[in-house]
């Protein structure tokens, strides 16, 4: 759909709308994602099991992209009527087994019998100290990228064409960056997960900032468009540079530094919206 | 689906689970209800301005019955790939229309290009003094519903038959009874919203409040089956009787008066689940 979303979202007046999820209460941020059947995922891509826990990763994705410790989630759920006792069993299982991992506690929400598996969910978090916002970017600040793009794409490619993809793929399970997410947080200008592709969120900065880039070598589309990687995009003032690549060789995270903000005001995503 | 439906439900240990919401960090509370297409509603029936406004309207009766006021909507709309503009502008006025009614703020969410119009809201409210919660009902309190029931019902038959329904048919446009819920709040043991229609909210209150109940009348099922009323169930005191009658005259709610919770610690729904 594309221009039509947007179109829709930005009749929408709110401040809150525009980073990964909205403050409210001073420090608490929530989030709302869907993962719909045919639209995000086939049934046959992934494990019932699969489908619960990353419906609630790709949301838990955008509480830490803002700085946030997961607290309490609601789960919409839409069931195909036909689903017998063990279908149900294994979604849960997946929701118990996020819920655990990502330590938030399921407080509510709604079944509904479908006639398809459509899953909403609201996730509530604790900002810890200040929000990563995306409109923090300044001229001058160097931009970067947690861990390695374009495997989601490559692997969404596979399954589109009837292929299968490992067991460890970051389509099926992706891995999130807490960690270095809050140790740079105090470090940092802007930030935002890629969940729609590393070109689309550097255009949501681009707009909330109002800023363009200097990318240093051109990026491939195959990486640059490539949407649910769940790594983490940022800008930082080049005076931390040196802080935030130790921060990453700690934790073992690699961090791509591939251009500076500039005032141009604009930055084009020359991607087509990926999903199917 | 029914019984599946509360198999999935009753997987979930949280403790927040039972009422109309959640109640988080003290004084807030959230809830989370889906409206879609072919479940709750079918295209022709309503507008999409009344499909819109509607399943917002659920959700806030919702927080009102927990005595709460609305504060932030999060909307997850998935919207078929071929609505036009205008259309979703019809989609837009009813979630603005409702958020102005209501009294909240549209925060964030998600548009998702799908098959059919399927809507996923949760609702972030402040709890006024004390939540009314499913659990506090005594033996030797008084049972009483506002409003009239059964309407909700019959507009449904006679949709589900071909028929048309009036304008100003609760199934259109539910009327909420903000002003009766919080006045009479102090003064009642429990309370929730006739979503499933009474017998099925009468089962919510002796489970959570380990009661029964003795009907002065037999209430017909056409009556007790009736779902998506949205008056407002609740028990009180006998002392507070005559407080509650008043509040009721002073705003113009009728209130029923039609039993008494005794210590059966059983009740048990007998009409069928109502979505087609």
């Known amino acids: 759909m594309g221009n039509l979303?947007?179109?829709?979202?930005?009749?929408?007046?709110?401040?809150?709308?525009g980073d990964d999820g909205a403050i409210i209460e001073k420090n608490l941020v929530v989030v709302q994602d869907g993962f719909f059947e045919n639209v995000h995922f086939l049934r046959n891509w992934l494990s019932l099991d699969e489908v619960a826990y990353k419906a609630v990763a790709v949301n838990i994705s955008d509480i830490y992209s803002m700085n946030g410790i997961p607290k309490y989630g609601l789960i919409t759920i839409a069931i195909p009527k036909e689903f017998s006792k063990q279908e149900l069993k294994l979604l849960y299982q997946g929701f118990s087994r996020a819920s655990k991992d990502f330590q938030f506690e399921i407080i509510g929400g709604d079944t509904i019998s479908n006639s398809k598996l459509d899953i909403s969910i609201t996730i509530i978090g604790k900002v810890r100290g200040k929000p990563i916002l995306r409109s923090g970017a300044k001229q001058g600040d160097l931009i970067a990228y947690t861990g390695t793009l374009g495997n989601s794409k490559r692997d969404l490619e596979k399954l589109l064409s009837g292929r299968k993809i490992g067991r460890n793929s970051i389509f099926r399970k992706p891995k999130l960056n807490r960690d270095f997410i809050f140790k740079v947080a105090p470090y940092i200008s802007s930030g935002l997960d890629i969940s729609d592709g590393l070109f689309s969120e550097l255009s949501h900065i681009a707009n909330s900032s109002r800023v363009g880039f200097h990318l240093w070598k051109p990026i491939p589309k195959q990486i640059g468009c490539s949407g649910e990687e769940y790594q983490f995009l940022f800008t930082f003032p080049k005076r931390n540079r040196k802080r935030i690549e130790s921060i990453g060789k700690s934790l073992n995270t690699k961090v791509?530094?591939?251009?500076?903000?500039?005032?141009?005001?604009?930055?084009?995503?020359?991607?087509?919206?990926h999903h199917f």
Do not use: A, Q
Request: aromatic share 16%; hydrophobic share 30%; net charge positive.
């Open 5 to 17: 979303e947007n179109y829709f979202i930005n009749l929408f007046p709110s401040k809150h709308i």
């Open 256 to 273: 791509t530094i591939f251009g500076e903000v500039t005032n141009r005001k604009r930055y084009i995503n020359p991607c087509k919206p």
